[in-house]
């Protein structure tokens, strides 16, 4: 390592390298090389030792510094030192570099250098110094890096931000062996080191203060300071190349002592510094004040005036004075409105007040708080108007009546208002109404207002609370103190709750919605007084209970009529009877209640009051009846006395008319007895009855008056019959009555019940003699059975006697009838048939119909499909003819599809090239004789490039030598093992750099598996895609972001795959319509960038006029915006763009089945692997990953550059125009944004109208990419499994180049242990057997290249593109009857089954296999062979089957019989089939392969079908390049023609077509202007270091050179030449396109693009 030098004795200029000796001229140039290494040493230990000493951390050593800065930590560290606004630590990746240490670089790390880039251009370093982040990350360039450090460090130091770098060249020590392994580095880089002697010098051109003018006018004040004048210093601060402001006369003395203050400290600082530079290097800055210091210290000076005056308005309280100090440009205050004056008094008030009661005594506010102060004023100023404003929008939204309206203004958050609840919005806007109409004024101010809405709030949260019957919640609503509802009791919460409750059920069943304030408080109230009045009425109640207990009447009837006891039927006549009924009601209840103490309630009393009112009217009803039965009797009168009995008030029961004589006589001689038993003579006029058994009341017969009082002098009349008396008088009779009147109507019923007993002894006598004869049962039956035997048998010997007697008789008679019915029969059936033969045959067709559907059925559906079955199946298995032709014509169509696929990207990296060439051609970069060469090249190689394969098949390694084809066979097999076993090519693909890998994708990988031009090679390359994504994810990606910030390799190339011409059909329907519209609609401008628009509307007004716009050039988004020409512009845009996307969407969201199957299910192993790496990502995370990769990767650039993808028909020479361009662009940008869900922010803020759109979007897009992933497996979605290859008819063909092939196989040997860590692997077996890599010459073959051709290696390498054939085979095949692979087995196991059971019947294998075959099919196996051989015969040789099959196909039946034993036998052993099952296996893959023979037949079809469009289009394509090809041709001989014209000029056109002008024309003549003239024109605006009335001196001379389109300018002042310039049209025009409006000319002069355009055209093209 390094270490610094001390010692003060001379010493070399480099280091250890000492030039003592004289060397040779080797020896100097090997010494330059090691001078050069040192000093790039040198400067990496300065840069190294500066940022150290920004960062305050230690770096990496020298050595291994450049390592170090690869991933951009430090330089993003340091951006943030000296640009902390720009860079964060949070935008820094992997800040700790724990990433970077533990698994090396990611391709994140370049955000680091990317933001330390910003940083440096947000900070003015000219970008001249920027290197590239490619130097940073791939270390290309590391030497241009420590070249912008070293300039970013002087460009800091000049502005006081940065310490000044050291310089170190010659002082420290590096060993030979670091500064030889520097050279070798340094050569390695193969680029010029740059000079870093010329930083200052560059970077003073750079920058565009006048440097030198600058340092001597502070290095003058720095002098005028030294010498303490105040009057010189403030000289010398006046200088106008001082650049320094705001310099106020008044403190000149103040600017002379803080200047003085500063210097003075700077120069002790840089005397204290130990630093071994010697004093000639050191800088005068270090003892000087800079300019940036000089101009702090008269900005502090100012400040402090100003803060001392605002103080002081502050102090008195003076608004004016105030806010013109706070407006001085000392303090340079932000946010400062004249119209916010007494705010910012009142605010700096109170916090001066503050301070000072904090501090205890009076202090000065500093510029901090003042701002700070400032800022909260403004807020509170805007709030306020705010707030104003909304309760003026409120009042009037409250008087429209529009409830919605009203309630989004009162929640605007403006308005600050309460919260608010909009189910309730009618109860706002009905009671707001109220309450405005109640105002005087008619309006509601903010107060009245927020106390109205906090109430309100409150009643809509307490009627919620009603409606779901929520008492907890009325409860808290009701006391809450924001509802204002006076006079609660909480002891009346409840009843408060219950009688809401009902007044809400009452509301809601009158339709009206809300309880409203004054409800509630009505409701309140009301409960209050019934409260009230309950309390009254128990205090009336506890008298009336004292009362009754001092049992006096009086009392009583007193307290019964209180008022507050609101008692009812209180009767004063009563009163005793009162006491009576209330005082036994009392005993009653505390002997209930056993308690002694027990008081009547208020109901009880209520219900006592009633009780004695009825008693008395019965009483006094009872004596009226009672003394008119006695009346009646007195008189003798019968009827009289019937009437009495009956009528109510007597109260007798059982009363009948029937029985009135008898009732009559009993009460007569009961009231005779009664008279008779009195003693005396009494005739008492008063009665006694006893009511309810317990109270006495007393009648009058005189006055018929009645009285609970007994009277004076009470005697009680004895001859009157009581109630008691009579009713048992009545009761008695009527009873005798009844009884024999029921004895007369129930007679039938004693008649009834007397038969049913006489019935009852019948049959108990019948029971009797039933159960004899049921013991004697047996003996009966045996004698009927006797007596029936006997006369059966004499009946039978009759009848036989008779048929023996005519034996023969009866058997003619029987034939007869036989016959004659059998007869009718048969003719019947057989007519039948005769009439519906039709019928008949169609029921036979459909039986045979259904039982065949029924078989097909079995063999599909089946698991186990029975022999039988199959059998009828098998001839499904046979080739025709059709199907030989079908597959010949796709192997044709597919090598010429893959042929011109190659052929098409050939030429079109041809003609891309040529592009280039001709573009060279316009700017006279290359000569023409280059491009007529390239020319014909083309040419060459659109016509002979297939004739040159087909050749090749003749010879090389397709030769006819054993060798040779051995060798080819190899590669066939190794090819053929790459293309099914995708994990070699996975792996292989991530073992190579980035840069290899893709170029080794678009050739070898897509040639591999032919473009995927047929569904077999299309599944193999996406199971390829799938592993090495998910190979991918495993290894290389750490966040779910790396996928959208990164460039993953697999998403690229599927990408790449899917966007050329397999999937090209597919995004032109997709896109071409939709894209199409967009171009041709002429009227649809969109330009949404403001600074653009601006400079187009500009451009516009000087081109018209000719004239210098007044209007500045440069201007930033805000200031544009400020145009009403450009927001209405940029209005229209936005509506437009808004239209245009809106067609875009629908085209892309109605053609999701248009996008490619293979896109779709990469997104769905997309999602599916991040998913199952990250499991806690979103699901929009994904979604959002899988939209970065349908939409971003695979459709945005089509929309974008849509004739780059061949989404549109542009003709040759043709293009789109630049508008059209900007206009796809423009659509694109927002449904990238849409697709991504990221709004419009930062430098897009103008588009944030579109952020609602944008979100509405970004839903539907979600959905899109959700349905896009639901796809299914390709074995599902193509058919295909293990056995595929086994039973197609062609093997698969790759057209590669030989290049291709010897680059594959130099890349698997050279990875060979990475990608196949097993060594007993079979591509391990098949790369020994292939040897060493060939070249290309060996594998030609000798006397393909002629060897005395001197341009053998380019002879060679044109060879070497040359592209065979290869019929890829697998060399793991069962082969000569060996049994080493079992699938083979199988299937030859499969093909001899077949044969058998076509000739020989039988229901199981088994059973046909045991049994032996008969001479008629043996016969008929013969004919079968017989017709294979033939049609074998037939067979295309790239279809035949192997020889062993092709022999075991003409083995005799029973041979064929043993093998199958035998091959099952081993197939058994393999556990591939079961004897027990009777080798049920084997027929279901026989099964199988009908099923599968099918539906290759029906792939087959289709991809004819699509082998035939896809070459319509690629021959359509083609055609264009041809057409291109011709159209570069006539330009081409158009510009040979122009050479051999001496006389003739063309003009250029923006196309880059030459227009004839004329036979013969003279040459333009050149144009003089002075610098002043052209200043009056507008074209110069400045020439720097010169003064405007020093422009007549300058002449610009503009002459046309021999080049058209180029112009030689050359500058002369006072007529001396001093500088010329190559000016190109193209170049103006290509400026005039960016919106570039002024430029530098000799790096002095300023001028306008467009005047100067338009000058030229005018003087020389004559427009």
């Known amino acids: 390592m390094y270490h610094e030098e001390n010692s003060t004795l001379p010493r070399p200029r480099y280091g250890s390298i000492v030039d003592d000796e004289r060397l040779s001229a080797e020896e100097m140039d090997e010494r330059r090389h090691q001078n050069i290494a040192y000093e790039y040493l040198c400067h990496l230990e300065e840069a190294k030792r500066w940022m150290e000493a920004c960062l305050h951390e230690e770096l990496p050593p020298t050595t291994e510094l450049e390592e170090g800065l690869r991933n951009g930590v430090y330089l993003a560290k340091l951006a943030i030192f000296f640009a902390p606004k720009v860079v964060s630590e949070k935008k820094i990746y992997d800040l ?5 240490k533990r698994s090396g670089l990611h391709f994140r790390h370049t955000d680091n250098t990317v933001q330390w880039l910003r940083a440096m251009a947000s900070m003015g370093l000219p970008k001249i110094f920027y290197p590239e982040t490619t130097d940073v990350y791939d270390r290309k360039n590391i030497p241009r890096v420590i070249y912008c450090i070293h300039a970013l460090s002087l460009y800091l130091y000049k502005l006081g931000i940065a310490p000044q770098i050291q310089n170190l060249i010659g002082k420290v020590d590096f060993t030979e ?28 051109n750079e920058l565009s203060v006048d440097e030198a003018a600058l340092h001597a006018a502070v290095i003058a004040i720095n002098e005028a300071i030294d010498r303490g004048q105040t009057d010189q210093t403030m000289t010398a601060l006046r200088n106008p190349n001082a650049k320094l402001k705001n310099m106020e006369t008044d403190l000149a003395q103040n600017y002379q002592n803080h200047l003085s203050q500063e210097k ?188 109205a809405v906090e109430m309100l709030s409150a009643v809509a949260l307490l009627n919620l609370a009603l409606d779901v019957n929520d008492t907890e919640g009325v409860k808290i609503h009701l006391c ?114 056993e308690d002694d103490s027990a008081v009547l309630w208020l109901d009880e009393i209520q219900d006592g009051i009633y009780t004695a009112n009825k008693n008395t009217e019965d009483a006094q009803r009872l004596a009226i009846g009672m003394a008119a039965v006695n009346l009646a009797i007195e008189k003798g009168d019968e009827q009289q006395t019937l009437l009495a009995l009956q009528a109510p008030e007597a109260g007798l029961r059982g009363v009948v008319t029937e029985c009135a004589d008898a009732y009559f006589n009993e009460l007569s001689e009961a009231k005779q007895q009664k008279v008779n038993e009195a003693e005396g003579d009494c005739k008492s006029v008063w009665i006694k009855h006893r009511v309810k058994g317990q109270y006495d009341y007393y009648y009058n017969l005189e006055t018929s008056a009645g009285t609970w009082v007994q009277p004076e002098g009470f005697t009680e009349n004895n001859d009157q019959l009581t109630r008691e008396e009579i009713q048992n008088i009545v009761g008695q009779i009527t009873g005798s009555y009844h009884r024999e009147q029921l004895w007369l109507s129930n007679e039938s019923l004693i008649v009834q019940l007397q038969a049913r007993a006489r019935g009852y002894l019948v049959r108990k006598t019948f029971s009797k003699r039933k159960e004899y004869l049921h013991k004697q049962e047996p003996a009966a039956i045996r004698l009927q059975a006797s007596w029936k035997g006997l006369k059966q048998r004499k009946s039978y010997q009759s009848r036989l006697k008779l048929l023996q007697e005519n034996i023969a008789a009866i058997i003619k008679i029987q034939s007869w009838v036989k016959m004659c019915l059998v007869r009718k029969q048969y003719q019947k059936r057989l007519q039948y048939y005769k009439d519906h033969t039709e019928e008949i045959i169609r029921i036979q067709a459909f039986l045979k119909a259904n039982k065949a559907r029924d078989d097909y059925r079995t063999l599909i559906n089946a698991e186990n499909p029975p022999l039988n079955v199959v059998r009828k199946f098998v001839h499904l298995l046979d080739q025709s003819d059709l199907d030989f032709q079908e597959e010949l014509e796709v192997t044709r169509l597919r090598e010429e599809v893959v042929t011109k696929i190659r052929s098409n990207n050939q030429l079109e990296k041809d003609l891309s090239l040529m592009d280039i060439k001709i573009g060279l051609l316009v700017k006279n970069r290359i000569t023409l004789q280059d491009v007529v060469s390239h020319s014909k090249k083309l040419n060459k190689k659109s016509k002979g490039q297939v004739e040159e394969m087909v050749t090749f098949d003749k010879q090389g390694i397709k030769g006819l030598s054993l060798e040779k084809r051995k060798k080819l066979e190899a590669y066939q097999h190794l090819f053929y093992l790459l293309q099914t076993h995708p994990t070699y090519l996975a792996k292989l693909i991530f073992q190579m750099p980035q840069n290899k890998s893709t170029k080794f994708m678009d050739t070898v990988i897509f040639t591999l598996y032919n473009y995927a031009s047929n569904q077999r090679e299309e599944y193999l390359l996406l199971k390829l895609f799938k592993s090495a994504l998910e190979e991918e994810i495993k290894s290389k990606v750490d966040q779910v972001q790396d996928i959208v910030t990164g460039n993953p390799t697999v998403i690229k190339m599927v990408v790449s795959f899917n966007r050329g011409a397999r999937g090209q059909n597919s995004l032109r329907q997709l896109l071409a319509p939709v894209v199409k519209e967009i171009i041709e609609d002429k009227s649809l401008v969109i330009n949404t960038s403001p600074v653009d628009v601006y400079k187009a509307w500009v451009n516009q007004l000087e081109m018209a006029t000719g004239e210098a716009s007044k209007l500045p050039y440069d201007v930033t988004t805000e200031q544009a915006l400020t145009h009403v020409e450009v927001t209405n512009k940029l209005e229209s845009s936005i509506q437009s763009l808004r239209a245009a996307t809106d067609k875009v969407l629908m085209s892309i969201f109605s053609s999701l089945d248009n996008i490619p199957y293979a896109m779709r299910y990469i997104a769905k192993v997309l999602k599916n692997s991040l998913h199952e790496k990250f499991p806690d990502a979103t699901e929009d995370e994904l979604l959002k990953i899988v939209g970065n990769l349908l939409y971003y990767r695979y459709m945005n650039p089509a929309i974008v550059a849509p004739d780059g993808f061949d989404i549109i028909d542009i003709t040759a020479g043709g293009q789109i125009h630049a508008d059209q361009r900007r206009n796809l662009g423009s659509v694109a940008k927002v449904l990238q944004h849409a697709a991504s869900n990221k709004l419009f922010e930062g430098e897009n803020a103008h588009l944030s109208s579109m952020n609602g759109y944008l979100s509405q979007t970004y839903q539907k897009f979600r959905k899109f990419f959700q349905a896009a992933c639901d796809v299914p497996e ?146 008929a196996h013969l004919k079968v062979i017989q017709r294979l051989a033939v049609q074998d015969a037939k067979t295309p040789d790239k279809m035949k089957r192997s020889q062993s099959l092709l022999e075991d196909a003409q083995l005799p039946i029973e041979q064929k019989k043993r093998k199958i ?16 099952t009777k080798y049920q296996e084997v027929i279901n893959e026989i099964a199988k392969d009908i099923r599968n023979q099918r539906r290759y037949r029906q792939r087959r079809k289709a991809e004819l079908l699509k082998l035939q469009q896809t070459l319509q289009a690629l021959n359509s394509k083609t055609a264009f390049f041809e057409e291109q090809i011709d159209y570069y041709n006539t330009y081409i001989r158009t510009c040979l023609d122009n050479l051999t014209r001496k006389n003739s000029r063309r003009s250029i056109k923006m196309e880059g077509k030459g227009e004839e002008k004329g036979s013969k024309k003279s040459k333009p003549t050149p144009v003089k202007y002075t610098a002043a003239r052209l200043h009056e024109k507008g074209v110069v605006l400045e020439i720097e270091g010169l003064q405007t009335n020093q422009f007549k001196n300058v002449l610009f001379d503009i002459s046309p050179t021999e080049s058209v389109g180029d112009f030689e300018v050359k500058a002369k002042f006072l007529g001396v030449e001093m500088e010329k310039v190559q000016l190109h049209f193209q170049d103006l025009l290509q400026l005039q396109y960016e919106g570039v409006a002024v430029m530098k000319m000799f790096d002095k002069a300023k001028v306008n693009v467009n005047l100067l355009i338009f000058l030229l055209n005018k003087k020389f093209y004559g427009k």
């Not at 700790?96 to 970077?100: A, F, H, K, M, V």
Request: net charge negative.
């Open 96 to 100: 700790e570099q724990t990433r970077y």
């Open 177 to 204: 062996e670091e500064i030889s392994n520097m050279r070798k580095e340094l050569e390695k880089y193969g680029i010029q080191m740059p000079s870093f002697s010329k930083i200052g010098g560059i970077l003073a």
């Open 264 to 451: 003075t400290e700077k120069e002790r600082n840089a005397k204290n510094k130990a630093c071994p530079a010697l004093e000639e290097e050191r800088d005068v800055y270090e003892e000087l004040l800079t300019q940036g210091e000089i101009q702090s210290c008269i900005n502090h000076a100012n400040t402090t005036k100003a803060v001392g005056q605002v103080n002081e308005a502050i102090d008195k309280r003076d608004e004016a004075a105030l806010i013109t100090n706070l407006s001085s440009v000392a303090l340079s205050l932000v946010g400062v409105h004249q119209q916010n004056s007494v705010w910012y008094l009142e605010q700096l008030c109170a916090s001066k007040e503050q301070k000072k009661q904090e501090m205890g005594i009076p202090v000065l506010m500093d510029r901090e708080e003042i701002q700070k102060d400032i800022t909260t004023a403004n807020e509170k100023a805007k709030t306020h108007k705010l707030k104003l404003d909304a309760v003026a929008r409120i009042n009037a939204f409250i008087q429209t009546g529009d409830a919605a309206e009203m309630m989004a203004a009162v929640m605007h958050s403006d308005a600050q208002m309460p919260p608010v609840h909009t189910f309730a919005a009618d109860l706002y806007k009905t009671e707001l109404f109220n309450l405005q109409k109640q105002n005087p004024e008619g309006l509601l101010t903010h107060e009245e207002l927020c106390v």
């Open 480 to 593: 809450n103190p924001l509802i204002g509802i006076s006079n609660l009791d909480e002891e009346n919460i409840q009843r408060y709750i219950d009688m809401l409750l009902s007044l809400k059920q009452a509301a809601a069943g009158h339709g009206q919605d809300y309880l409203t304030w004054n409800d509630i408080q009505n409701c309140v109230d009301l409960v209050n007084l019934q409260v009230q009045e309950e309390h009254a009425r128990i205090i009336a109640v506890s008298l009336i209970n004292d009362a009754i207990n001092e049992g006096d009447p009086e009392k009583t009837l007193e307290a019964l009529q209180m008022p507050t006891a609101k008692l009812e039927a209180v009767n004063l006549s009563n009163c005793h009877h009162y006491q009576e009924v209330l005082s036994h009601a009392r005993i009653h209840k505390c002997k209930a209640t």
């Open 1274 to 1419: 390709p074995e599902e979605k193509f058919n295909i499994d293990e056995y595929s290859d086994m039973v197609t008819l062609s093997k698969p063909v790759i057209y590669i180049s030989i290049e291709e092939i010897i680059n594959t196989h130099s890349l698997l040997l050279e990875h060979q242990d990475a990608i196949s860590p097993d060594h007993n692997d079979q591509l391990h077996e098949l790369l020994q057997a292939l040897g060493p890599v060939p070249d290309i010459e060996s594998f030609l073959g000798e006397g393909a290249v002629d060897p005395s051709d001197p341009n053998k290696e380019n002879t060679l390498n044109q060879l070497g593109k040359t592209e065979i054939s290869l019929t890829l085979t697998s060399k793991f095949e069962l082969q000569d009857g060996e049994d080493r692979d079992m699938k083979s087995l199988m299937i030859k196991t499969k093909k001899l089954i077949v044969d058998v059971i076509r000739t020989q019947p039988g229901d199981t294998l088994t059973e046909i296999l045991e049994t032996p075959a008969s001479s008629q099919q043996e016969s």
């Open 1461 to 1476: 034993s035998r091959n099952l036998r081993n197939l058994e052993q393999a556990g591939l089939v079961s004897s027990s």
